[in-house]
Each structure stands twice: as C-alpha cells, then as structure tokens.
C-alpha cells in the first residue's frame, strides 16, 4: 500500500512540474502567435470547460472503472495537448486542442486526474492519516509546479543567447509536457489492479452521500467562480499589462509562490487535528483572499507582488483539509464518484471567469479580476462555516 500513495506522489510531482511550466508560458506564447487577450481567455476557459467534461464521464463511470485505466487514458490525452500546442499556431485548432485536451492553465486542483488519484490514495491509507498524506500529495504538486514556473523562463534566456526566435522556444516547453506524459504513463502502468468495493450494477454512483456531496459541490463552485478570474495563466498577462513585467520575471515570481504555498501546506494536518477540517478551510481561506483583493488594488508592483505571495502562503491550506473532509464523509464505495462530483463544478465554474478575464484585460489593465474573484471566495468561505461547520466525518472515520 504504501509503494501505491508513493507513486501517486510522485505523478503528482510530475504533472506539477508540467502544468507550473505550461500554465506561465500560456498566456505569453498565444499572445506571440497573434491571439488577443479576449482569445487567450477563450482558450483558457476551453481547458477548463474539457477538464469539467472528462471529470463528469469519470464521475459517472468510476465505480465500474479500473482506475489505472482511467489514468492510462489521461495520459494519452495529455501527450496529444502537448503536441497539440507545440504544433499548432492558428485560434480554432488551439481551442479544439484546449477542449479536447488536459492542459491545466492554473497549475492548481483542476484535473481529469485528480479525482482518481484522491480515489487511490483514500483506499491505501488509514483515516488517521488521510489529511496527513493529502497534504504531502498537494505539496509534491506545489513544489514541482514552482520548479516548473522557475523554468518557464528558460525558453525567453535560450532564445536571446542563441538568436531564435522565443516562440520556437517556447514550443520545447510544450514538447516537454508531452514527455512527462510518456513518463507518467510508465508509472500509472505499474499500479495494482484496485482493491476498493465496486458499486452494483444499477447503483447510482452517488447514493447515502448524494445529498451532502450536492451541498459540498455548490459550495466549491462559487470558490471556483472566484479562483477562474486569477488562474496563474491570466496571472501572467495581468502582471504584464499592469506593471510591464515580463514572463521570466513571472515565472520567478510564481516560483516563490509555490515554495511558500508548499510550505504552508506542511502545516495544514496539524492545524485540522487542532480545530478540525472545516475551521481550517475557513481560517486560512480568509486572509488569502483579502490579500487578493489588496493585490488587485495597490498602485505598484512591488506591493502587489507582496500580497500575491501572502496569499500564496495561506491560501492552499485547505486543500488538503477540503480534500480529507470530501473522502471523510462519503462511504468509501462512493469516493471516487464524490472526488468527480466536488470536482467537476469546480471545473465547470472556473471556466466562464477567464473569458471575462480576457474581455476586461482588453480594456483596463486594473486589478478588477483580482477583486471580482477575492470578493467571491470571501462569500464562499463564510457560507461553508455556516453550513459544515457541524456536519463530522462518517462514524468509521
């Protein structure tokens, strides 16, 4: 059991270094075929809006399916948007590539791969240490999705040493994720068949935990709603069109971010057993997101970097809080399909805001998507307390 939670971290790790890479070189390299700002936000929201598609067919077929299978697919997918993007300069064809594909432009917990990795790892650890080893899952992400962020700005360096041109370097990235793909079919190849309970034939997906799960989902679509007007790609653009700071600038910046954020996270387990799940989420949730709306406020760029890494330190604490109290309350028979269902308004939520993003971006370079989305993430914080603060984990937990 223990060999299988390792492995999960470890394609973890991968796939942030891959997404931390694409996510900052995105905005950047569209921007350099000629894509407006309005464009690239279409395209964002196309990524996202075929994340929530694939989320929803693993939701409904997971019970049935063997999860090393589903992440086998995954991965094919992932290869074909590598070389998608590496290949492709025209609007149409980028937009049926992000739609189709797995390319992740926030380098956050918006993946067709995600539920079915929380899936594993509740299965082969104790409740005891589920929180505990969530967190160890998101901070393996973050930490890799920095490195990833740091070299991003690798492709504008080569360019200018050897004289090509800086989209024809940025294109490597984008082979890049392909090959990480390659990689992470190898290990999700070496899994186990699942050991979990398979759900009846003619069992919905959801059944004892429907109701709860329903709750949890419109919940997390307006954090969602909020977290799609700041997905680190758009990040990148507003940084640009605010302060003029270029993407290896950025890069570094989102760097720093994920090491703190990393850090942070470390944490989490210890501040969950002290004032439980909920209280954690809620806690570490609030400042974050008035430091957001500080950033999309203050007059320099020194200041707003400032607040970006201080929302950064606190604000995915309560991933892997969020992520435990999900897999706490649902039998485990039904844990895949709720990962699918928590996740998939996520998904479907954070797509339409980089849209509005871009169409603002065309016309001021203000921090408004900044505070549009910190606004929104408050609202979501004080109706979760108000509503789960009482609901406890499953008797077995």
């Given at each position: 059991?223990?060999t ?30 000629g894509?407006s ?10 990524t996202?809006l075929g994340?929530?598609?694939l ?5 409904l077929a ?5 999860p ?11 290869l ?10 025209a ?7 992000a ?5 992740n ?18 299965e ?13 899952y998101?901070v ?33 990235g ?26 009846p034939g003619?069992?919905?997906?959801l ?33 640009y ?24 996270q470390?944490?989490s ?9 909920i ?5 570490t ?8 709306v ?16 201080l929302?950064?330190?606190?604000s ?15 039998p485990p028979?039904?844990r ?18 980089p849209?509005?993003?871009g169409?603002?971006l ?23 307390l ?12």
């Amino acid at each position: 059991m223990q060999t299988i939670w390792r492995r999960i971290l470890l394609t973890r790790g991968l796939r942030g270094f891959a997404d931390g890479l694409v996510s900052v070189l995105l905005a950047g390299y569209l921007s350099r075929l000629g894509l407006s700002p309005g464009a690239v936000g279409a395209i964002v929201t196309g990524t996202l809006l075929g994340s929530a598609a694939l989320t929803i067919v693993v939701g409904l077929a997971g019970h049935r399916l063997e999860p090393r299978h589903v992440l086998l697919g995954a991965s094919i997918l992932m290869l074909g948007t590598g070389l998608g993007f590496a290949g492709l300069t025209a609007f149409w064809p980028l937009l049926v590539v992000a739609v189709l594909g797995t390319l992740n432009p926030s380098a956050g917990d918006v993946s067709i791969f995600l539920p079915v990795e929380q899936a594993v790892l509740a299965e082969t650890v104790r409740p005891s240490d589920r929180t505990t080893i969530f967190a160890r899952y998101n901070v393996s992400g973050t930490l890799a999705g920095a490195l990833g962020a740091l070299v991003s700005g690798a492709p504008a360096v080569i360019a200018e040493r050897r004289g090509i041109d800086v989209v024809v370097a940025e294109r490597w990235g984008f082979l890049l994720y392909a090959g990480v793909a390659v990689v992470l079919a190898n290990v999700y190849r070496r899994l186990p068949p699942s050991t979990k309970r398979l759900a009846p034939g003619g069992t919905p997906p959801l059944a004892r935990s429907r109701h709860i799960v329903l709750e949890l989902s419109a919940l997390f679509t307006l954090d969602s709603l909020g977290g799609g007007f700041v997905v680190q790609s758009l990040l990148v653009l507003w940084l640009y069109r605010r302060f003029a700071l270029p993407v290896e600038v950025a890069g570094t910046i989102f760097f720093a971010a994920g090491l703190v954020s990393a850090a942070s996270q470390f944490v989490s387990a210890k501040v969950a057993a002290r004032v439980g799940l909920i209280r954690t989420m809620v806690y570490t949730h609030v400042p974050a997101n008035v430091c957001l709306v500080l950033a999309g406020i203050v007059p320099s760029a020194p200041l707003a970097v400032t607040f970006l890494l201080l929302r950064a330190l606190l604000s995915q604490m309560d991933v892997p809080a969020r992520q435990a109290y999900v897999m706490a309350v649902v039998p485990p028979e039904e844990r895949a399909a709720a990962a699918s269902v928590t996740n998939v308004p996520r998904s479907l939520a954070a797509a339409i805001p980089p849209l509005l993003t871009g169409m603002m971006l065309d016309r001021s370079a203000f921090g408004w998507p900044l505070v549009c989305g910190g606004v929104l993430k408050l609202v979501y914080d004080l109706l979760l307390l108000a509503r789960f603060r009482s609901v406890p984990p499953l008797p077995e937990e």
